[in-house]
């Protein structure tokens, strides 16, 4: 991981100003708590109430009133581009050049070549962590296609454009983290390996949007995709494990499940406390009849799972390998991660 970040230089005139949204409360601690398109940063918030945002593109800072792209991107035209979330904590960007691995492995797949080094946007995520005084938030990281003509062409857009977001995030209300959340099996099927790689982290969420919108009209928060198979992929923004006769499970990446950071992180750290860790095919009689279960990801970070599809998992209550996990994933983020301030 690269250390020592450079200090990007500001171009941003001083005299503007912006008053800010509301600010949304801190994310949940485990297990508890041209024409132009203006950004409208509803989820991600200024990190201090009547501080303005300062959010990067292209090499430049801007506060939220003067963030714009153009309406011919094609990240907006066609949700062309490539993205990824990042949690800080403690004043450290947690996993950052894997996050970064990550956005150019997808880039790569698309053919999109981003227009910085990785190096340099490792650094430019700093910086705008440092303008927004970040301690602990979540950074979204956008890659588009750039401007173009109105046609699908991607060879009209001359060059990507880079946005960094430095805010806060809450994807689910802070009682889950403590009693567990309900989720529900949706009709809609994980993106086939050979139309849209599931593993590509696209701005074409669609496919995660339309099961999103059926686990809200079913009441649940979030939803369980299976792929074309009938086996578990993942959830609409997170990944999916069980606790089974001691032995952590989650999906194979074949499966459809993405290539989580987190998920990464949370079988290496059971792998660590000696339990053993598998990647089988998993059905939803495997869910039903799970010890324990649990989501991870970079925003929701780990949420316990107690109920899916009416089936109570385990005890009906977050389970003690979930509790370790939790506490173990706490520890580490305290101590890992790129240093945002000297």
Excluded at 84 to 98: T, W
Excluded at 201 to 209: D, E, F, G, P, R
Excluded at 225 to 237: H, I, P, Q, R, Y
Excluded at 252 to 279: K, Q, W
């Amino acid at each position: 991981m690269i250390s020592n970040p450079t200090t990007a230089v500001d171009k941003t005139p001083k005299n503007t100003k912006l008053t800010s949204n509301q600010a949304l409360s801190p994310d949940p601690n485990l297990p508890a708590p041209g024409g132009s398109l203006r950004f409208k940063l509803r989820r991600l918030a200024p990190t201090l109430t009547g501080e303005t945002m300062r959010i990067f593109i292209d090499g430049k800072y801007y506060d939220e009133k003067n963030a714009k792209i153009s309406v011919f991107d094609h990240g907006l035209l066609y949700g062309d581009g490539v993205f990824e979330g990042i949690r800080a904590y403690h004043g450290r960007v947690f996993k950052l050049a894997e996050h970064i691995d990550r956005l150019f492995n997808s880039a790569h797949a698309i053919l999109l070549k981003i227009p910085m080094t990785r190096a340099g946007i490792i650094r430019a995520v700093v910086e705008c962590c440092r303008q927004n005084k970040i301690r602990d938030g979540y950074i979204r990281l956008v890659v588009t296609r750039g401007v173009g003509t109105l046609g699908l062409n991607p060879h009209k857009c001359k060059r990507p454009s880079v946005i960094i977001i430095a805010g806060k995030i809450q994807l689910y209300p802070p009682e889950f983290y403590q009693r567990g959340l309900d989720l529900v099996t949706v009709a809609t099927a994980r993106n086939l390996h050979s139309a849209l790689n599931p593993a590509i982290k696209s701005l074409n969420y669609l496919n995660n949007i339309m099961a999103k919108i059926e686990a809200l009209n079913s009441g649940c928060e979030e939803a369980i995709m299976l792929n074309s198979e009938g086996f578990v992929a993942e959830c609409t923004g997170d990944n999916l494990f069980i606790v089974k006769a001691g032995q952590l499970l989650t999906p194979p990446l074949s499966a459809g499940a993405l290539y989580g950071i987190t998920r990464g992180v949370v079988m290496e750290l059971a792998r660590e406390s000696g339990m053993a860790v598998g990647e089988p095919n998993l059905t939803r009689y495997d869910l039903f009849n799970a010890d324990e279960c649990f989501l991870t990801g970079t925003g929701a970070e780990l949420i316990p799972v107690v109920k899916i599809d009416g089936r109570v998992i385990g005890s009906g209550k977050p389970g003690p390998a979930t509790k370790k996990l939790v506490g173990q994933f706490r520890e580490l983020t305290k101590v890992s991660g790129e240093p945002i301030y000297p």
